[in-house]
């Protein structure tokens, strides 16, 4: 069996996906065999998997960190938000229901034996799995049940080291805090903490990380400063989706209410010649833009309705007027179409909705759910492009003749006859340098970046640095047990 360690985390959004990651790639270097875990995820972001599942992003990144294919035992649990009260349940990367909160409460625990499955067959012949906890073992309301914090680590005994956010303030309180409210056999997992996103000379903390120490008799691992590159590797949390100020071509992004595998734009905010406005709920889609982008979406006849009540249908009609561009991604190339047709109320209520009507294109909803990795052909150039698709219904119509890609003999995509309004269920595209330099162009807009998986690379190979010169990765190490 492997040596474990688990990271938690005082708060959420405190840095746990980017330190797993960190971490697989400096152990990894060290010639260790290194495998990513998180118990329970939830994220509309979810990545494909080579077994034909899908888990949460930043565990398919943590498993590039490692150098590894993501597959489904890395997150055994992915919870995928519908609506404000309800989430798509994810087990061992295959759809079993759609609950509200207090029913997911209620079912959580018994999901622990296909949890533990997974970590034991994924820890299975490797050195080291880096767990990554969810939320904060500190609500502890929510820890009986619990699969993703104590209660796992309790049920797997793995040992646990607390991350601490200084950014926002408040650290100190936040890790003894954590502390303090933690029974006793809780509190005793935890072996160390980590002090995150330090802003400025490192040393003017050292009195608060001994008072941290003094308080929990817990190891001080290190207290890591800012990295002001993580924002080259793919977000995870809707959260970290943010504006990036480019070049004068502009692409405008609807933010979507449940906003779906946006790793898309990861790419292009890469892109120095390229500005990327996400507009958000109140705003209007910005009169410059040179192309409007619609990204995926959990819900797209909900997020439909989103669109039109924020006005964004008058402002698209407008910006075609202008002559700009728009593309549709996955819920958002449904969104594009004529019609959506619910007959079996997979979204809600059944029914037929009206699309955009940019595309003459009609879906039909259906229950089954295409997941798969897929290598595709970018008809206009010949260019090879690898993605994955992610979707539930099926898109057929007059403008799926101008399909745009072939992906192993199957057309995808559809395209208005003057092109300006394209849409494709293939996420992933723009990862691939000479499709991205091509649909630009096409676009009258550049590419300069000719390396985004280079990039990728070179940004986790930064931050394993960035960990071996502050943290004290050696302490780290022998916590794991």
């Known amino acids: 069996m492997a040596k474990s360690l688990m990271i938690q985390g005082a708060g959420s959004n405190v840095g746990k996906s980017m330190l797993v990651a960190g971490l697989a790639r400096a152990y990894v270097r060290r010639g260790l065999s290194v495998r990513p875990f998180k118990p329970q995820n939830m994220s509309n972001n979810a990545a494909v998997t080579v077994d034909g599942g899908e888990i949460g992003r930043a565990q398919a990144l943590q498993a590039r960190a490692a150098g590894v294919e993501p597959v489904t035992d890395m997150n055994p649990v992915l919870l995928k938000p519908e609506s404000d009260v309800g989430a798509q349940v994810v087990v061992q990367g295959q759809r079993i229901a759609t609950l509200k909160a207090r029913d997911y409460s209620a079912m959580k625990a018994t999901l622990m034996p296909e949890v533990l499955e997974s970590f034991r067959r994924l820890a299975d012949g490797v050195d080291l799995v880096l767990i990554e906890g969810a939320g904060s073992p500190a609500e502890t309301n929510l820890r009986h049940g619990d699969i993703a914090n104590m209660g796992f680590a309790e049920a797997a005994h793995v040992p646990v080291v607390l991350v601490g956010d200084i950014d926002r303030g408040g650290v100190i ?5 954590t502390h303090a409210v933690l029974p006793d056999a809780d509190r005793n997992r935890i072996k160390g903490f ?3 996103k330090f802003r400025g000379d490192v040393s ?3 009195e608060g990380a001994r008072e941290i120490a003094q308080r929990t008799d817990w190891t001080d691992i290190g207290t890591l400063p800012w990295f002001p590159d993580a924002w080259r590797l793919p977000a995870e949390d809707v959260m970290d989706i943010a504006s990036s100020k480019g070049g004068a071509f502009k692409i405008a992004v609807p933010r979507l209410s449940r906003i779906a595998n946006f790793d898309d734009l990861d790419p292009l905010a890469a892109e120095p010649d390229v500005t990327i406005e996400i507009i958000d709920a109140g705003r209007p889609l910005p009169g410059d833009a040179d192309l409007v982008l619609i990204p995926g979406t ?8 989103y669109f039109r009540a924020q006005g964004w249908d008058i402002d698209l009609a407008a910006h075609l007027r202008r002559g700009g561009h728009v593309l549709g991604l996955c819920g958002g190339y449904q969104m594009l179409g004529r019609k959506i047709i619910d007959a079996d109320g997979i979204e809600g209520h059944a029914g037929e909705y009206d699309g955009l009507g940019l595309l003459d294109v009609v879906t039909q909803m259906s229950p089954q759910k295409r997941l798969e990795q897929a290598t595709a052909i970018y008809l206009p150039t010949g260019d090879m492009v690898r993605g ?5 219904g099926a898109t057929t119509g007059p403008d799926c003749a101008r399909a745009w890609l072939d992906i192993d003999g199957r057309m995808d995509g559809a395209a208005s006859k003057d092109r300006r309004v394209m849409g494709s269920y293939m996420h992933g595209l723009f990862t691939a340098d000479r499709f991205r330099a091509a649909y630009l162009a096409g676009l009258g807009g550049t590419a300069g970046n000719a390396g985004y998986d280079d ?5 986790l190979d930064a931050l394993a640095d960035h960990l071996e010169r502050n ?7 022998n916590l794991a047990e």
């Open 173 to 177: 309180a936040q890790l003894v805090g």
């Open 194 to 196: 980590i002090v995150n």
């Open 204 to 206: 003017l903390f050292s």
């Open 298 to 305: 959990k819900s797209t006849i909900a997020d439909l309705a």
């Open 388 to 392: 994955y698709e992610i979707h539930i």
């Open 455 to 459: 990039t990728v690379e070179q940004t």
């Open 471 to 477: 943290l004290d990765l050696d302490a780290l190490l």
